[in-house]
């Protein structure tokens, strides 16, 4: 009887950032860029998508992936700047995305691109809550300028809660980070804002231990690949 041959191997896993920021270089682009650096320590291929680059929009309600038949269930009909990236999205492994906190929520940019990544994967149906037929581990990065105690009191836990269940839609575990008490501005001194220490770097030096643990994070997520799909 002759052997199986041995199974192909498998190509590296991909993971896609996300970044929710207008800055490319700040607070936010800097945590995502360390989680895909962890994610390459483990051998894995990596991407970082600018929001603010695409032209776009939120969920219209045309409710294409709700209809009997959708030949594409769980993913988003519409065509403009963000399907691409979307398509990318549900090819992937892993998935990281990243917002500052604006007027206490993420971004408008990130917020309509959530609409377009989760509103097609939720069933009206009894049974199973997701759509979604893959399975994308993620993670979410919150970057504000005020402290933990302060997040607290406005509920942003609760928010932060509340996309992870979103994104565990996807059918797989979603990770949180958020970093808190960030300095807005390279050059404190030409703002209208309380001065506290010099440069760009948050106070108490916060910055640098969540950049370890988003390093950690990607890193974690690039070992938590799923079963090979056939």
Not at 61 to 73: D, L, N, V, W
Not at 137 to 165: D, E, L, V, W
Request: net charge positive; glycine share 8%.
């Amino acid at each position: 009887m002759s052997k199986a041959p041995d199974p192909a191997p498998r190509p590296p896993m991909k993971v896609i950032a996300v970044n929710g920021s207008p800055r490319k270089n700040w607070n936010t682009a800097t945590l995502l860029n360390k989680t895909l650096e962890g994610a390459r320590s483990r051998g894995a291929r990596t991407e970082i998508v600018h929001l603010y680059d695409l032209a776009y929009q939120g969920c219209t309600s045309c409710f294409e992936c709700k209809m009997k038949g959708c030949p594409k269930p769980g993913r988003c009909s519409m065509s403009d700047g963000l399907s691409p990236v979307l398509e990318r999205i549900y090819a992937c492994e892993a998935l990281v995305l990243g917002s500052p906190i604006y007027l206490g929520n993420i971004t408008g940019a990130m917020h309509s691109f959530i609409e377009r990544l989760i509103f097609p994967t939720t069933s009206y149906n009894l049974g199973p809550s997701s759509l979604f037929q893959g399975r994308i581990a993620s993670a979410f990065i919150y970057t504000m300028n005020a402290p933990k105690s302060y997040a607290a009191r406005q509920r942003y836990p609760a928010m932060f809660r509340i996309n992870r269940h979103y994104l565990e839609h996807l059918n797989a575990k979603s990770l949180v980070l958020p970093s808190y008490d960030s300095h807005q501005f390279s050059e404190q001194a030409k703002y209208e804002v309380p001065q506290r220490a010099e440069g760009g770097k948050p106070a108490e030096g916060h910055f640098e231990e969540d950049c370890a643990k988003a390093f950690a994070m990607g890193a974690d997520l690039a070992a938590r690949r799923g079963p090979a799909i056939s």
